[in-house]
């Protein structure tokens, strides 16, 4: 079974369905020169198909027929950070193109990402478009920082799952097909191993601990060490910087607790957060920002990419661990409630 990838990013998105489904990605569009580097380099058997604007799905659905489709589209317009045009926004607006995609292919499953605040920016429109092409839809938020996650920023998210309205997804016929979805008790806090796409380990410890500032996608090109957020919290090119090498920050904030349980789950330490900029200055390091994605180490990092756009691709990325996790929640809510 096959897995087409819409706004593909760095493609993590497509290895929490890989692993998820089974599917593998054969087609993906990501029109990113330094994205698709990555997505050329991580999924060598898939091809390209550039802009999704100028894709003739109908030609692609006589070629191929793909059981999922996942589309982590744009979120400048509907994030908090941005201004907030909603799908006025033209970048968010690729939202219509995915729309479409979904109408011509008709996959069984439709995977989406994005800002929790498509809630009230969006999210009626998306499953508005999607029932007009006849699909149903869950969905849910999750933070990257929760426990069940573990990681060490907040990093709020939204995931979706459509399915054509005609498959009840009650069904023993529709639980047969999916049967790779992991239940809770196998996948609260799971992790790939080194490798990158592998087994499910044990769950991060959980607790009230301090977290550091979640990756963006400005922190490469635009970010600087003073830069902070309305509230005066420095961003993590800011606060990387003020970080002993205990973990403590400046202002005695102690992220420690946070990176030993992230280092737990992912089974590898936390690289050194700062490197020496140009001018003699510290500042942010992709491995490290990689690593607080819980992407496979080196797996944007290890390419040749400039550091700015290494850090904006991270940035704009997505925690593989917590769409499992979103995933996980609404493909299994059905088996949990009829187990208990």
Known sequence: MTNLSLCSG????????????????????????????VMAARFPHATNLGDITAINWAGLAQDHHFDTVTAGFPCQGLSNAGLRKGFLDARSALWKNVAEAVRVLRP???????????????????VADLAQVGYDARWTCVRAGDPAVGAPHPRDRWFLIAHPAAEDPDSAAWRQRWPAAPRQAESRGARTDPGGRGRLLAAAPAGGIALLPTPKASDGPNGGPNQRDGQGNYYLPGMAVRLGQDWVAHDGTDYGPAIRRWESVLGRRAPFPTEPGSRGNRRLTPPFVEWLMGAPEGWVTGLGLPRAQQLKILGNGVVTLQAIEGYRRLLCADLEAMAA
């Open 108 to 126: 069984h499953l439709v995977f989406l990402e994005n800002v929790a605040a498509i809630r009230s920016r969006g999210l009626g429109e998306v």
């Open 10 to 37: 760095f493609g993590g998105l497509d290895i929490a369905v890989e692993q998820i489904t089974g599917n593998k990605t054969l087609v993906y569009a990501e029109n990113d020169p330094f994205a698709a580097q």
